[in-house]
């Protein structure tokens, strides 16, 4: 059996595991990233964290030459080859950091063992990570093209081609929460107008929810609790039964839905996978009218080919798939 | 020197031409498809066709043995492997025509030479071969990741990711008119609301612009035209500063840049190439408005990878493209 490295790099923690080809987690560790402390202390704490897992491992059996490698995952625009950071939303000052390179050099000067920096350092954007821990080792098994959709303050996006992650000709694409599904629509983080970001954000989702509330004057049970609403709050109350929630869902679905709908038509995909916290409702709150706006939206060959499932390895599903890219070459 | 054969098939005529691997129409016809036919007359006429083109070569000194294939772009959904028509919009009844095997028995019952039956025959989507057709001999050359548009009655979509023709898992993706840019938008061909189709065919276009010199009574030069109005006029008009036909130009070419934002974001491709009768309408009237709203839209990474260019192959995109598709295996 082999295994390998994933770290999930997040503005807030570091999410690091030792994982066996098999898609198991053996040991992990959560770690602060402390985003403003500048991409050498950043690189430091990573290096510290592998070298941690490896030692760790040692006591399970799992020596240094079973450990094919380490995936890194990370948000922004990531050059994969040369293990650059261009620029990332939860690293303000970072402008083509060689993130794969400072971690080699960090652990070339400080594990106790040389050979750990002698093993190969993968560098990928997470949403590309997520959806390949997905295709390997949840939802997307025994499927060759998928796109994927992590809800969450923002919307990241993979794809996946006939089994392998697809970049785009700069690596900037599978920005799937950047579809436009309303061109005069919200104003988005990015700059657009009506990108599927903009309508389901976790931020407009509590919004919305505030706004049927107060400026529709709806009843709802969460009357109580509009300064710290959590779409965790909405959808448990949408689950028993509460009507404002209830339609928060249908209609974060239906926007879903309509992107789905253009990328179903541009990619053909067998699968799309959605995960991140809100994806969480389920099944009758949000799959059934993502699904039912596909269903009406696309032309048939298309809605029919592409099934829409939860992701199934839940905030792992970076960490793995990062591990994963190990694997892939 | 090597040759093929290409035929473009579409709902009024059937385009055929003898081209060297070198992009260059050696001979050309142009034949009534007569699309109510059937698909056993429609094969008929397609084998008869390339039995004359490869007749008419042997007087330019291009003998059977320097043809390398036959290659066959039709509108629909195109099955290339096993050379099928699934459904085409140009052929009400069609389910399931093996149109590279009905022209294939054709050739071997009526060709004088019987060594024809033997060429190989590729079956592609029109949309597809008119992006390769691009890719190999027009704007896209040494380019390896592009979209394409065919404006038109429909807008036709056409994919290329490192240099090989993109089909989605059922041979349905590359739908690029049907990309969503306004989610509760206009009724669609299709049946869906607000696909790019639905605002910059060829109908919506001419219906635009009856509307706003009727319904809002704005001046033009085109008020004595408006029951024969074509999109060639309009242009004309707006060449000539007439400033309702110059918006109608700015605003196709708006809805066309949101819909190049979503391609931009998930696919980041080098280069858009627009072509169709609309196309000609040119740099200021058109391109500039499409490069603007994308600029203004897209994330700098992605509207910075993707170059905006007009086709460069005019209405034989799609020949070439079919012929192309022989050499491309």
């Not at 594990?111 to 997905?134: H, Q, R, W, Y």
């Not at 295709?135 to 990241?156: D, E, F, K, P, Q």
Request: proline content about 2%; aromatic content about 4%; charged content about 20%.
């Amino acid at each position: 059996m082999r295994f390998s490295v994933g770290i999930d790099l997040g503005g807030t923690n570091i999410k690091a595991g030792l994982v066996s080809e098999l898609g198991e987690i053996i040991q992990d560790i959560i770690t602060p990233t402390n985003a403003d402390s500048g991409e050498k202390a950043i690189a430091s704490r990573i290096s510290h964290t592998i070298c941690q897992l490896i030692n760790r491992g040692n006591s399970f059996g799992v020596g240094l030459q079973d450990i094919a490698g380490i995936g890194i995952g990370a948000a922004g625009l990531i050059e994969p080859v040369e293990g650059v950071v261009h620029f990332s939303p939860n690293f303000a000052g970072w402008h083509d950091i060689p993130l794969a390179g400072l971690v080699q050099e960090d652990l070339a000067q400080n594990s106790t063992n040389c050979k750990i920096s002698a093993l190969p350092i993968v560098l990928e954007n997470d949403g590309n990570a997520m959806a390949f821990g997905e295709l390997c080792h949840g939802a997307g098994v025994n499927v060759r093209n998928l796109v994927s959709l992590t809800l969450g303050t923002g919307v990241g996006g993979g794809i996946v081609i006939d089994g392998s992650i697809f970049h785009g000709s700069r690596n900037a694409g599978a920005e799937l929460g950047h579809t436009i599904i309303q061109s005069n629509g919200r104003l988005c983080g990015c700059g657009n107008y009506g990108c599927l970001e903009a309508y389901v954000g976790r931020q407009y989702i509590i919004e919305r929810t505030r706004r049927k509330i107060v400026a529709e004057g709806r009843y709802s049970s969460l009357e109580g609790n509009l300064n710290d609403l959590t779409p965790k709050m909405i959808s448990d109350a949408a689950e028993k039964g509460d009507e404002v929630a209830v339609d928060i869902f249908v209609e974060t679905g239906k926007c879903i839905g309509v992107a789905l709908t253009s990328l179903a038509h541009i990619l053909n995909p067998e699968m799309a996978i959605i995960g991140g916290g809100i994806a969480d409702a389920g099944e009758t709150l949000l799959f059934e009218p993502i699904r039912s706006e596909l269903k009406k939206r696309a032309m048939d060959t298309n809605a029919d080919s592409m099934r829409v499932v939860k992701a199934q390895l839940g905030n792992q599903a970076g960490l793995v798939g990062s591990a994963m890219l190990v694997f892939q070459n």
